[in-house]
């Protein structure tokens, strides 16, 4: 089931911590793939960027729970400088 298929971001490619949670939830799976490519790029580059563990796995969980929710984009988040 992870060699599914999951659109990326412009930029940055799906690490496996959020492949993992994605495929394991149908709910923000189908958010995701509903979001632009510029969007996704948003929310890889808002994990990546996270410094410690703990804070990377605390903004996959609000990933999820944003993709459920409707959420298109992390907030209180300047964007990603890579685009």
């Known amino acids: 089931m ?3 298929k999951i659109a990326t ?3 940055h490619e799906v690490p496996e911590d959020l492949r ?3 495929v394991s939830e149908p709910l923000a799976l189908a958010a995701w793939e509903d979001i ?13 960027s996270a410094k410690k563990a703990e ?3 605390k903004r996959i969980e ?4 944003g993709l459920m929710e409707g959420k298109r984009r992390p907030c209180c988040w300047p964007g990603c400088p890579h685009r």
């Open 2 to 4: 992870l060699s599914q």
């Open 9 to 11: 971001g412009v930029v």
């Open 20 to 22: 993992k949670t994605l």
């Open 36 to 48: 632009t490519p510029l969007a996704r790029n948003e929310w890889i580059c808002w994990i990546e």
């Open 55 to 57: 804070t990377r796995a």
């Open 62 to 65: 609000r990933a999820r729970e």
